[in-house]
């Protein structure tokens, strides 16, 4: 079970909440998509080989597979643009989406929201908001996520560089669940 399921395995239903809250709290604390079966699997799979190296980099950052920081000439450098870099690697990447991560959860889509602050929408496949919020997401699941997310060297590589990732979770009705926000200073604490 990957983190992205974890966040709604129990939290629709009262009365097996505890137990899968606990179960939850240890699938979120394994490493970020430790499978790589979602590769092969989605259609980002087969276009991956035409894929920029910086659009591979967000990829891996959006789902937790490391590029060996393969996109980082796109952003460095005296006349780089990153955020007309960082918009053309999302129109590439939104090309393929939804893009399913586990049998739960998809990418959605990817953003430049405003100068280098990137974000990653999930989408809950089998749930909506109001079954997968609760009032502990924040406190609960945040935390375990963004440890995990931080663990990712692209993304750490990433938010060196400046930028700021959000990992906006959404139900299947488009509602939002919760914002996992990812920084240096955030992943620096951890």
């Not at 604390?29 to 276009?47: E, G, R, V």
């Not at 997968?132 to 945040?142: E, I, K, P, T």
């Not at 139900?171 to 669940?177: A, I, L, P, Q, S």
Request: positive net charge; hydrophobic residues 45%; contains cysteine.
């Amino acid at each position: 079970m990957t983190q992205h399921t974890a966040i709604h395995t129990g939290l629709d239903v009262k009365g097996r909440h505890r137990r899968a809250r606990a179960s939850c709290v240890l699938a979120l604390a394994l490493p970020l998509l430790s499978s790589l079966a979602w590769a092969q699997s989605t259609p980002l799979a087969t276009a991956m080989q035409e894929l920029t190296p910086l659009a591979r980099m967000l990829v891996g950052a959006a789902t937790g597979r490391s590029t060996a920081a393969a996109g980082v000439p796109a952003l460095t450098g005296p006349a780089r643009n990153a955020d007309r870099a960082l918009a053309q690697a999302c129109a590439e990447i939104n090309r393929f989406t939804p893009v399913p991560l586990d049998r739960e959860t998809a990418l959605a889509q990817c953003s430049l929201a405003q100068k280098k602050n990137l974000v990653f929408v999930i989408t809950l496949t089998n749930y909506a908001a109001h079954s997968a919020a609760s009032q502990g997401f924040r406190l609960n699941f945040v935390p375990i996520l963004q440890k995990n997310i931080c663990n990712n060297g692209d993304v750490r590589i990433l938010t060196r560089l400046g930028l700021s990732l959000v990992y906006r979770y959404r139900g299947n009705d488009h509602e939002t669940v919760g914002d996992v926000p990812i920084n240096e200073s955030i992943c620096g604490a951890l």
